[in-house]
Every structure is written in structure tokens, then in C-alpha cells.
């Protein structure tokens, strides 16, 4: 299986949402880290505003978990930055899981996301993210080897985003359904 949460499929997106059966599986291109700039005023109104920090977010999320999969570092506080509440929770745990048996991931996931609700319209606070993410090209080794051949793929990935009382924009929870869901 290409996942480099694969423990944390079973473990934690369980945690996250209770119709998830799988493990996550997407991200693409990298997001910029929050900015502790003022940015110069634009005409965005404030729910496209939101829907690109939070798109931000959830891209960002899914990349640090492929940096931190590389050595299993549970404790990275990359992962803080883009992701909290139950959303950090079953990332911390499946790299735990993956440090205590010497399983490091490989490779990243890819995402498409797609904001599919904002919350409440006229100044958003909450963001739903949609996605089809493919971890076939996420892979986990154990002593340099590949773990499990069965290769990974598409998988429908929900995710909510918050914003949070810095101003910032954070996945709180994300159910990974199984390959071939999207």
C-alpha cells in the first residue's frame, strides 16, 4: 500500500470522522506557510480570502506530513502550523506508530482540492475542502525496504478547516475514505 499514513488510516481518521476507512492520500504542490507579514490590502472579498488560506492549509498539512513521514518524527512542529485539534492528533499518532516499528514514508501524496462549502458566506470561519488525493507515489519502508507492495490510489478525502483565533487557518478534522472512492 503507497501510504505513509497507513497506520494512521485505520488509527486515526477513525479519530477524525466516524465513515473513514482508509488512510490519506494527497498532496500536491507546496503551500506557502503562514505569513506573520501584513499582506498589502487587495480586492478579495473575504470568503475567497478564506477559501485560499484554508486551501493553503490543507495542501500545507498534507506536505509536512510527507516531510515529517521521512524519519517518522511525530514531533515535528512543522505539523502545528497547518493542522490541530483531532487532525494533528491522528497525524501525531501514525507517526508514532511508524517511529515505534522503524517505518519511515517515502515519496509524497498528491491532492486536488476543492473547497465545497464556506462558513458563514459573508465572513467565513469554516471551510470544507473536498478532494481526491492519490498515494500511490507515497510509499513506506521498513530497513530500506518496501513494506507492502499493493499499490496505493485515488481516494476521497474530506477535510474541515478552521480559523483560528490568530487569524490563522488550520485543518481541525479529515476522513480518507478507501482506494477507488473518487
Excluded at 2 to 19: I, K, M
Excluded at 115 to 124: C, E, I, L, R
Excluded at 125 to 133: A, E, F, L, R, Y
Excluded at 147 to 160: H, Y
Aim: neutral net charge; proline residues 7%.
Amino acid at each position: 500500500m503507497g501510504l505513509a499514513v497507513v497506520g494512521l488510516a485505520a488509527l486515526t481518521l477513525a479519530a477524525c470522522s466516524s465513515n473513514s476507512s482508509s488512510t490519506p492520500g494527497g498532496t500536491t504542490g507546496a503551500a506557502t506557510p503562514p505569513s506573520t507579514t501584513s499582506a498589502p490590502p487587495s480586492s478579495a472579498s473575504p470568503a475567497d480570502t478564506a477559501r485560499q488560506q484554508a486551501t493553503a492549509a490543507y495542501t500545507g498539512m498534507w506536505r509536512q506530513m510527507a516531510k515529517a513521514g521521512e524519519t517518522a518524527d511525530w514531533q515535528s512542529p512543522e505539523l502545528a502550523k497547518y493542522a490541530t485539534g483531532d487532525a494533528l492528533g491522528v497525524i501525531n499518532r501514525s507517526l508514532y506508530t511508524d517511529h515505534l516499528n522503524g517505518v519511515v514514508t517515502k515519496g509524497e501524496p498528491k491532492t486536488n482540492p476543492q473547497v465545497s462549502k464556506v462558513d458563514p458566506p459573508d465572513n467565513p470561519t469554516t471551510v470544507m475542502i473536498s478532494d481526491c488525493g492519490d498515494d500511490s507515489g507515497w510509499l513506506k519502508y521498513k530497513n530500506g525496504q518496501l513494506l507492502n507492495d499493493t499499490p496505493g490510489g485515488r481516494r476521497s478525502i474530506t477535510a474541515e478547516v478552521k480559523k483560528q483565533q490568530d487569524g490563522t487557518w488550520r485543518v481541525t478534522r479529515f476522513a480518507v475514505e478507501a482506494v477507488g472512492t473518487c
